[in-house]
T-cell receptor, first 119, second 115 residues
Framework: GAVVSQHPSRVICKSGTSVKIECRSL??????MFWYRQFPKQSLMLMAT?????????EQGVEKDKFLINHASLTLSTLTVTSAHPEDSSFYIC???????????????FGQGTRLTVV | AQSVTQLGSHVSVSEGALVLLRCNYS??????LFWYVQYPNQGLQLLLK??????LVKGINGFEAEFKKSETSFHLTKPSAHMSDAAEYFC?????????????FGTGTRLTVIP
């Protein structure tokens, strides 16, 4: 299957600093990527939908100024956690679909996830 | 609103025993349903998906699931559990008419396999 690479896999940062997480589709073009957040022992919560060349669409309750999403190319989307605080510590996962893929005719490919710890 | 409900946050089975993980969906239109597996500190891997073709879907690692419209269910099964099956399993749904193409996940079921 297609590969989505997420980097870094783990990051520890100080409170108040910013952290950037990259999500790359390695062997296909992804016009749309999704960013999820997963709390310990809980499900994945969709944070935002990242569209290449346009502004991301954020889910209700997600601060767009805190979680900056950039989707500058068909193979790369980035999530920047700005002015991170301990409550932002979580597991962040991205996923991507094939360019032009229709619902049900393609699957979402997931990155390996990024464990963010803010100290 | 579309949703999936996974009954049982934890399931324990003995090695070699039947695995049954339950998932019920809520939708007024035909859904697309998925099962994903997540190993610790990793992303999600697709096990199988239902996309309105055959109601019995076979996936990887010996897993299968049956779409039952009358019961609004899509339970995941495996005849014989293996130690390597221990992981977190998520049922997910896409409702096509939303146009958003988003996956909505259940709360997950942690499978423990007892030697």
């Amino acid at each position: 299957g297609a590969v989505v690479s997420q980097h870094p896999s783990r990051v520890i940062c100080k409170s108040g600093t910013s952290v950037k997480i990259e999500c790359r589709s390695l062997d296909f073009q992804a016009t749309t990527m999704f960013w999820y957040r997963q709390f310990p022992k809980q499900s994945l919560m969709l944070m935002a939908t990242s569209n290449e060349g346009s502004k991301a669409t954020y889910e209700q309750g997600v601060e767009k100024d805190k979680f900056l999403i950039n989707h500058a190319s068909l193979t790369l989307s980035t999530l920047t956690v700005t002015s991170a605080h301990p409550e932002d510590s979580s597991f962040y996962i991205c996923s991507a679909r094939d360019h032009g893929g229709r619902v049900g005719r393609t699957e979402a490919f997931f990155g390996q996830g990024t464990r963010l710890t803010v100290v | 609103a579309q949703s999936v409900t996974q009954l049982g946050s934890h399931v324990s089975v003995s090695e070699g025993a039947l695995v049954l993980l339950r998932c019920n969906y809520s939708s007024s239109v035909p859904p697309y349903l998925f099962w994903y597996v997540q190993y610790p500190n990793q992303g999600l891997q697709l096990l199988l998906k239902y996309t309105s073709a055959a109601t019995l879907v076979k996936g990887i690692n010996g897993f299968e699931a049956e779409f039952k419209k009358s019961e609004t269910s899509f339970h995941l099964t495996k005849p014989s559990a293996h130690m390597s099956d221990a992981a977190e399993y998520f049922c997910a749904v896409i409702i096509d008419q939303t146009g958003a193409n988003n996956l909505f996940f259940g709360t997950g079921t942690r499978l423990t396999v007892i030697p």
